[in-house]
């Protein structure tokens, strides 16, 4: 198994020898004297299973460090847990520690599915606390045993940004790594996450409180044509899921007088949906290359005319939102 990070101890007694203490993918810190293992002391849970270099592995002990003038040693591992030895004696022994351990919370539950992997940590003499940096591009700081997080980040590329409508320090982040997350920006603080099930590729605040619920909602479109509708004054509780385009959804965006949610996709075609979920189906979807298309509904009164001109396809509406999604829905051939 491959070592994922490495440790001088202390000289051991009489002795100007030190070994070596070294983290391992599969959670266990293994002693090294000179280039020989001697021995294996069981640390940290594998933690979840990863890709790595197309092969399955896990992250395995990323941070040791040696500190409180060489006596401890702590240690992070991808079960989200940073322990402290005692190493005063040069050696490092089973389960002998100087403070109990520490579990760093995850905002998406118990268990090591969800735990917060530690990549990097370090330690400030003068101020006694550990910081650490983890899979979720976090940085948090132990204080005995009180966890605080100092800033938040995206574990993969963020590929939208939007917005409050109604309250200017909030906005929404769509991030690659399959969450969306909600920012308070006066406080540079992340207040809601979601878990959404798919790669976003776009999100949108609503234009205006939704009736059914009185409050916003978030529409996010995933990478693969799925769009799921979260709600903000639930904790984004999601309240509406659906998969009608066979490619990514690359905009979203609502109607200004809340009525409606478009969707463009990589596949030409522009989804309209009514913004009463229970409906559940596509309110208006047309694409047909080449040639032009017009289509009314008669139960809610909206038509479409789909058109070619110069490799440049519009979706052009009988309704007073036209001129305001007419930019959003022009898709270059």
């Known amino acids: 198994q491959n070592v994922t990070s490495a440790q001088w101890l202390p000289p051991r007694g009489g002795f100007q020898e030190c070994l070596i203490a070294a983290g391992m993918a599969e959670g266990n810190i293994y002693i090294f004297k000179g280039t020989v293992a001697i021995k294996a002391v069981t640390a940290h849970r594998r933690g979840p299973q990863v890709n790595i270099d197309g092969q399955p592995g896990f992250y395995g002990v990323r941070g040791l460090r040696l500190c409180k003038k060489d006596n401890v040693l702590i240690s992070g591992g991808a079960d989200g847990t940073v322990l402290q ?51 979720h591009c976090d940085v948090k700081e132990v204080s005995g045993d009180e966890v605080e997080v100092l800033m938040y980040g995206h574990s993969g590329d963020v590929y939208q940004l939007a917005w409050h409508p109604a309250l200017p320090n909030v906005m929404v982040t769509a991030s690659d790594s399959g969450h969306v997350h909600v920012w308070d920006a006066t406080q540079r603080q992340m207040t809601h996450l979601a878990a959404v099930g798919f790669m976003p590729r776009a999100a949108a605040f609503s234009s205006k409180p939704v009736a059914s619920t009185n409050t916003f909602h978030i529409a996010v479109g995933g990478s693969k044509g799925q769009i799921k509708v979260l709600d903000e004054g639930s904790n984004l509780c999601p309240i509406h899921s659906c ?79 036209a001129a305001s999604w007419q930019k959003r829905v022009r898709i270059k051939q």
């Not at 520690?97 to 919370?105: D, G, K, N």
């Not at 530690?118 to 650490?132: A, N, T, V």
């Not at 913004?275 to 038509?303: D, F, L, N, Y």
């Open 243 to 321: 998969k009608d385009s066979l490619q990514g959804v690359s905009d979203i965006m609502y109607s200004p007088n809340n009525r409606f949610m478009a969707a463009s996709t990589y596949d030409t075609w522009i989804d309209i949906y009514n913004e009463s979920w229970h409906i559940s189906h596509p309110k208006v979807r047309k694409g047909v290359p080449g040639r032009c298309v017009r289509q009314r509904c008669a139960r809610k009164g909206v038509s479409e005319k789909v058109c070619r001109k110069k490799c440049v396809r519009r979706v052009c509406m009988d309704s007073p939102i």
């Open 85 to 135: 030895w005692d190493v005063s004696d040069g050696t490092l022994q089973e389960s002998r520690f100087v403070a109990p351990s520490v579990s760093i919370p995850s905002p998406f539950g118990p268990g090591d599915k969800f735990a917060p992997c530690i990549r990097s940590l370090d330690y400030s003499e003068g101020l006694d606390r550990i910081l650490i940096g983890t899979n």
